[in-house]
């Protein structure tokens, strides 16, 4: 079955720090591949995304992702965390082709400590 | 700018009512998309739907329809509200991916918070 596994339901980093938020898949072949953010009562905003070509994406707000084919991995990685950074993460993936239905991990809730 | 509304951000119901959330695109996307987010569930997929009349079944769609008359537009509807519907509900939409074209991406509703009481 298609699977999207947040290891991680909750982080804290300090302010300044490096943040990797993980994410695995499960899927017959390589889907398409995304991070979303949700700030606290916002909707989803797109971070990223991966469709081909170079595993290392960059995103808007400092944060890139890597796509490791053989670990079926999408990690999402930034190198210093600013506060405004607390929020819910999801990792999200759809098939290539058909109609493109996205499936999403349970999400990791990031919190930033001063 | 890109826009997907959902008519309501929160609304309160009565066990039984019959319950429709609506939500539309000006994007001309051709997939529509109703989730549920619950806190530790993530988003769950109700259901999706790829064209105007046509529709598919998520992973939970059970106690939920769906319409789509008119390509802009996708409703939800709760036949008979029950307690356990209670949640945040958010559309999507995005464009179909063909073979040479590979923008997939969905955009989101601000979400509806439904509580039935």
């Known amino acids: 079955a298609q699977s999207v596994t947040q290891p991680d339901i909750h982080i804290t980093v300090s302010e300044g720090a490096s943040l990797e938020l993980r994410c695995n898949y499960s899927?017959?072949?390589?889907?398409?591949l995304f991070w979303y953010v949700q700030s606290p009562g916002q909707g989803l905003q797109l971070l990223l995304k991966?469709?081909?070509?170079?595993?290392l994406v960059q995103g808007i707000k400092g944060f890139e992702a890597e796509f490791k084919r053989s670990q079926s991995s999408f990690n999402l990685r930034k190198p210093s965390v600013h506060w405004s950074d607390a929020a819910e993460y999801f990792c999200?993936?759809?098939?290539?082709?058909?109609?493109?239905?996205?499936?999403f991990g349970a999400g990791t809730r990031l919190a930033v400590h001063p | 700018d890109v826009k997907v509304t959902q008519s309501s951000r929160y609304l309160v119901k009565r066990t039984g009512e019959k319950v429709f959330l609506e939500c539309v695109q000006d994007?001309?996307?051709?997939?529509m998309f109703w989730y549920r987010q619950d806190p530790g569930l993530g988003l769950r997929l109700i259901y999706f739907?790829?064209?105007?009349?046509?529709?598919e079944k998520g992973d939970i769609p059970e106690g939920y329809s769906v319409s789509r008359e008119k390509k802009e537009r996708f409703s939800l509807i709760l036949e008979s509200a029950s307690t356990n519907q209670t949640s945040m509900y958010l559309c999507?939409?995005?464009?179909?991916?063909?073979?040479?074209?590979?923008?997939?991406?969905?955009?989101f509703g601000q979400g509806t918070r439904l509580t039935v009481v």
């Open positions: 999200a993936v759809a098939p290539r082709g058909g109609y493109n239905k996205l499936i």
């Open positions: 994007m001309d996307h051709e997939n």
């Open positions: 899927y017959g072949a390589t889907p398409y």
């Open positions: 999507a939409s995005s464009l179909l991916s063909r073979e040479d074209f590979w923008d997939t991406e969905a955009f």
């Open positions: 991966y469709f081909s070509g170079d595993t």
């Open positions: 739907s790829y064209d105007v009349k046509m529709k």
